[in-house]
């Protein structure tokens, strides 16, 4: 039987070593690469051939939800599951968007890792029962949880970069998109959510936990 074969992109060496010596365990499971941010998980799935990548989401460089969908779009036969101590009713919907197969939360069981692993490799998906209730409530209107608003994945992804402070054309360059595009989606972003400038949007990002 030929091995799964894992990449594993997470800042901190401890939970990467922690993988990769969990992973070891299991003859159907091969760590064949890791990294540390963004950059090098881009770098990392352009040379190795990957069936499951675990990926953080809080990391140096580019995050986790400009890696998902640059790494999607060049390569959509890897499956991807993300692996994060942030909270599922913040990231789970926007990653699942965007492309993700699984999310598992750090504090889950170890086993839950390993199950999640081979059911993302083996086409299936994988999701706690509170992501899956999150997307159950996602069929009816209010899909960023606890403030009834539903964000598209571009917007969110914008909305992190705003909340984090880049400016619009900061964005726009990074996003291969207009000034104007993103200037558009900057005033969706304020208008869905009731807020009155990039301020706001960072108060409310770092008060519900989607930033550090």
Known sequence: MTPIRVGIVDDYDVIRAG??????????????ATAKNGLEALELVSHDALDVLILDIAMPGHGAVDVLEKILSNQPDIKVLIFTGYPEQRYALPMIRLGARGYVDKASPLLDIVEAVRMVAAGRSYFSSKVRELMADAVRPGTMPGEGVDLTAREFQIFLRLAAGETVTEIARALSLSDVTISSHRSRLLTKLKLSSNSHLTRFALENRFLN
């Not at 993988?19 to 064949?32: G, S």
Request: hydrophobic fraction near 50%; include cysteine.
């Open 19 to 32: 993988l990769e010596r969990l992973f070891a365990r299991y003859d159907d499971l091969c760590v064949v």
